[in-house]
């Protein structure tokens, strides 16, 4: 079990990378079994990352489901025929609109912690495997070189095949350029991009459905 620790910006701080130091002599010292290593630390890895797909999931699930819903309410004051439109109800719809609004703040404050978190549990994995190739020839290297062909359809990758391909080892704070502080490349994207927009699209149906509300009632 992984101790987690909640910083100001969980998104740019990785609790695990001093965990990591503390387990790397295990795995780069002279005992042990580099295959062993390598095949429990890649099922630890995955196992992580399909944690934080399925919390992703779920969260992107509900949040579709909340904003479906308030879509239909926002709908009302155009949909419901001038004589049903009363001060009341619009007041009513709006009460409900803001309701689940503050659903999907609540809930999307909650999950980001959560996959934030997780994030940093499958970035502890993959540092630990990175080490444990260490043991092995440059050749067998598997996980680090996919590691490093991500990589390498942002930038030049030279400096990094020079890193982790060579016969000398890497000290553990030196997989970071590999996996990354924090949130990864896709991570970063996927994550925190979906939170944001999320919450955009909430302002953009929150302004129309009150202006939809006004106009109906006093300009309607």
Not at 121 to 135: G, T
Not at 153 to 171: D, K, N, T, Y
């Amino acid at each position: 079990m992984i101790t987690k620790t909640k910083s100001k910006s969980p998104e740019f701080s990785d609790p695990g990378l001093s965990a990591t130091s503390l387990s790397v002599a295990r795995l780069t010292g002279d005992g042990g079994d580099g295959e062993v290593d390598r095949e429990f630390l890649l099922q630890a890895a995955a196992m992580q990352d399909s944690l934080l797909q399925s919390y992703r999931t779920t969260h992107t699930t509900m949040q579709a489901i909340l904003l479906a819903i308030g879509v239909g309410v926002a709908l009302v004051p155009l949909s419901l025929p001038s004589s049903a439109l009363t001060p009341f109800s619009a007041a009513a719809a709006g009460s409900f609109l803001a309701l689940l609004w503050s659903l999907h703040r609540y809930s999307g404050r909650m999950m980001r912690d959560v996959v934030i978190e997780r994030g940093h549990d499958v970035n502890y994995w993959q540092r630990l495997l990175i080490m444990a190739e260490q043991k092995m020839p440059p050749y067998r290297r598997f996980f680090t070189t996919f590691k490093i062909h991500q990589q390498a359809r942002r930038s030049s990758v030279g400096h990094l095949e020079q890193l982790f391909l060579a016969a000398r080892p890497i000290e553990a704070h030196e997989a970071t350029a590999l996996i990354g502080a924090g949130l990864g490349h896709t991570r970063m994207a996927v994550d925190t991009q979906l939170f944001f927009w999320l919450s955009r699209a909430w302002d953009l149906l929150l302004f129309v459905g009150a202006t939809a509300a006004c106009w109906r009632v006093y300009l309607g």
